[in-house]
């Protein structure tokens, strides 16, 4: 069974909007490489209004024409955990460097 590597943003919209994780994302994925089903580039959503908004940054991201945008946009389904050894990754590695958000 092909599987998509995601995580799941639990967020409230009154603190933050799903507008401002769209930018964040943005700013930190560049998905301008097409790619198989578990590395590829997907945002997903839960109702019209996140779609449209997903939608919108996709098409920014692509506005000047230079670079083809592959991004899946999809409805919200079934989400699994990953096995314990993928939990925290970045963490787990030494010297890794990653931002704290």
């Given at each position: ?38 590395y590829r580039s997907a945002i997903f959503?839960?109702?019209?209004e996140q779609r449209d908004a997903a ?6 991201l692509g506005k000047n024409g230079s ?35």
């Amino acid at each position: 069974m092909d599987s998509t590597e995601a995580f799941l943003v639990e967020f409230d919209p009154s603190v933050i909007s799903y507008e401002a994780i769209l930018d964040e994302w943005a700013l930190q994925h560049a998905p301008f490489y097409p790619s198989k089903c578990q590395y590829r580039s997907a945002i997903f959503y839960t109702n019209e209004e996140q779609r449209d908004a997903a939608n919108k940054k996709i098409q920014e991201l692509g506005k000047n024409g230079s670079r083809k945008v592959y991004v899946d946009l999809e409805p919200v389904s079934s989400f699994y955990r990953a096995e314990e050894y993928h939990q925290d990754f970045l963490d787990k590695q030494t010297g890794a460097r990653v931002p704290k958000f």
